[in-house]
């Protein structure tokens, strides 16, 4: 697999569970359920008002989940559903079509980690170039207020919208009382001495330093994909892997080098040692792989679904003078990843 490729049928699923979304389907995951409501088919949203927030959400890691449980706790002191109001597609992907954004989650992804925060309501709305046009008073008055009807909108400490972002809180305010709408500047999490942002995590990605990126999304970064045939080399030495396309064809994939991973496979969890990387011992090309070798598995996993959550990274890809010095590293990886995932035999 290349960095930030995909096979058309993957992006063919994406787009089709994005347009799967009917009115008020509801979902149930992990005991939490999540009304979903697209603007693209509801034109405006009667008897019902909202207490609700605006964004991206990349990643929904806690910066988002802290904005997340002011808009539930204000929601519950108004006796109105909570909601988030966020886009299907990156807003920048729609005005640059060659735009390639590295994302934390695909919008399956994002649902499925809006609906673990306990919010009642995922508003989807298509971003359009229209859409873009509109200033920060226009967005309000005829999105939040005319066809969602919103008592309440709480801002993040440092987010904008509009035409060219060029308002802010005290616009916002302003725009809000003059629609009846309350405006609420939301708290700002301090963390430590970190950076609380979906970019910092893309950073720690990129830079192999699993554990801090983790800590910042507050669940185990992961990969998910199908596995396909690969070159079949692990097989000659001991090490069978299991190939993985990745899904999401936008999705950040870590920093070259071997991780400690848990693998989640039908309904079934497994250890497992992860290779990202270019083969460089035993191949001369560029392209990148995703191979994953399950402890205590033998069977044939061709083309079934895996996704793997990253534990811990072991070690930055490299090449190896022979073969013989990679099978050795490859055993020593194995006990690093063992260790890391406290597995005693």
């Known amino acids: 697999m290349k960095r930030g490729d995909i096979a ?12 799967s979304f009917y009115i008020r389907t509801v979902i149930t995951i992990i005991h939490q359920i999540l009304k979903l409501i697209d603007l693209a088919v509801e034109k405006e949203i009667v008897d019902l008002s909202f207490v609700a927030t605006v964004g991206f959400f990349d990643g929904v890691h806690i910066g988002h989940r802290y904005l997340i449980d002011q808009v539930k706790r204000e929601a519950t002191r108004r006796g109105l559903p909570s909601a988030v109001i966020t886009f299907p597609i990156h807003p920048r992907k729609v005005l640059q079509a060659d735009y390639q954004p590295a994302l934390l989650c695909g919008f399956d992804e994002k ?25 920060a008073k226009e ?18 400490y440092d987010h904008r919208f509009g035409r060219d972002r060029e308002d802010s809180y005290p616009e916002y305010s302003h725009y809000g009382r003059e629609l009846g709408m309350d405006v ?40 998910s994909g199908k596995i ?31 991780y400690a991973v848990m693998v989640h496979l039908r309904d079934l969890h497994y250890p497992g040692m992860l290779y990202i990387g270019r083969r460089p011992t035993l191949h001369t090309d560029n392209e990148i792989s995703v191979e994953v070798n399950l402890f205590n598995f033998d069977g044939n996993l061709y083309n ?11 070690r930055s890809d490299c090449k190896f003078d022979t073969k013989e010095e990679l099978v050795a590293q490859i055993h020593q990886d194995k006990e690093s990843v063992k260790q890391r995932l406290k597995i005693k035999k």
Not at 115 to 133: H, K, N, V
């Open 304 to 314: 079934q679904s895996m996704s793997v959550e990253f534990i811990d990274f072991i």
């Open 184 to 223: 609420i500047l939301a708290a700002e999490l301090q963390w430590g001495s970190n950076d609380v942002s979906s970019s910092q995590i893309r950073r720690y990605l990129k830079a192999g330093r699993i554990k801090e990126a983790n800590e910042l999304l507050s669940y185990n970064y992961r990969l």
């Open 139 to 156: 967005f309000m008055q005829e999105v939040l207020k005319e066809r969602l009807h919103l008592d309440a909108l709480l801002v993040g």
């Open 228 to 258: 396909v045939e690969g070159y079949q080399v692990g097989r000659t030495i001991g090490y069978p892997t299991a190939n993985m396309r990745v899904w999401e064809r936008y999705k950040v994939v870590p920093e070259l080098g071997v």
């Open 111 to 135: 649902v499925e980690l809006l609906a673990d925060t306990g919010i009642d309501y995922c508003i989807t709305l298509p971003f359009t170039p229209e859409l873009s046009r509109l200033s």
């Open 8 to 19: 058309e049928e993957s992006l063919f699923l994406n787009n089709a569970l994005v347009n």
